[in-house]
T-cell receptor, first 116, second 113 residues
Framework: DTAVSQTPKYLVTQMGNDKSIKCEQNLGHDTMYWYKQDSKKFLKIMFSYNNKELIINETVPNRFSPKSPDKAHLNLHINSLELGDSAVYFC???????????????FGPGTRLTVL | DQQVKQNSPSLSVQEGRISILNCDYTNSMFDYFLWYKKYPAEGPTFLISISSIKDKNEDGRFTVFLNKSAKHLSLHIVPSQPGDSAVYFCAAGVTGGGNKLTFGTGTQLKVEL
């Protein structure tokens, strides 16, 4: 059983289109994250949600909108795609952060987005 | 501003020898550090961590050393095995920071027979 799954694995699309990437976790975690790994291999957090509530929102264009229908899902919707959005997007989940040092994050396999 | 740096993009080591992967950080607020391992077409997986109150943490073949004064940590793998060939990411966080991790750009380790 895949703990954190993402669909699609690959996504090729034209500039200006709107696309979504789906993420699901079956670990019973309360917190989910989206990361972007760019061409320079930087793995940078974009958002995190805890029990469907946004708790981390880094400096990300508002064309990117996370949506959490329930605590097992965190989807990423991107409007008006640009060339610079081409990257690998990773979803992750962890136990709810309750003020301790950290909770291990479990990552999905990634979605490679190519914008032409 | 790159707060976590892995200056060696790649490292090649012979099987059975020691692999040493290095990581530097600039943010003195970081108080916990993690290493993640990543195989191609997979997401990163947690390997080992260390809190800033320690200077060493060991788990089997993997040992992480932390030098707070130098803002430097390293991951030692002894003995190295071909299955260790992967990209290793260093990450750091701040207690109270909502479990937010700041990652380095990774080091590709190749363990040769």
């Amino acid at each position: 059983d895949t703990a954190v799954s993402q669909t699609p694995k690959y996504l090729v699309t034209q500039m200006g289109n709107d696309k979504s990437i789906k993420c699901e976790q079956n670990l019973g975690h309360d917190t989910m994250y989206w990361y972007k790994q760019d061409s320079k291999k930087f793995l940078k957090i974009m958002f995190s949600y805890n029990n469907k509530e946004l708790i981390i929102n880094e400096t990300v264009p508002n064309r990117f909108s996370p949506k959490s229908p329930d605590k097992a899902h965190l989807n990423l919707h991107i409007n008006s795609l640009e060339l610079g959005d081409s990257a690998v997007y990773f979803c992750a989940s962890s136990q709810e952060w309750t003020g301790g040092t950290y909770n291990e994050q479990f990552f999905g396999p990634g979605t490679r987005l190519t914008v032409l | 501003d790159q707060q976590v740096k892995q200056n060696s993009p790649s490292l090649s080591v012979q099987e059975g020898r020691i692999s040493i992967l290095n990581c530097d950080y600039t943010n003195s607020m970081f108080d916990y550090f993690l290493w993640y391992k990543k195989y191609p077409a997979e997401g990163p997986t947690f390997l080992i961590s260390i809190s800033s109150i320690k200077d060493k943490n060991e788990d089997g073949r993997f040992t992480v050393f932390l030098n707070k004064s130098a803002k430097h940590l390293s991951l030692h793998i002894v003995p190295s095995q071909p299955g260790d060939s992967a990209v290793y990411f260093c990450a750091a966080g701040v207690t109270g920071g909502g479990n937010k991790l700041t990652f380095g750009t990774g080091t590709q380790l190749k363990v040769e027979l």
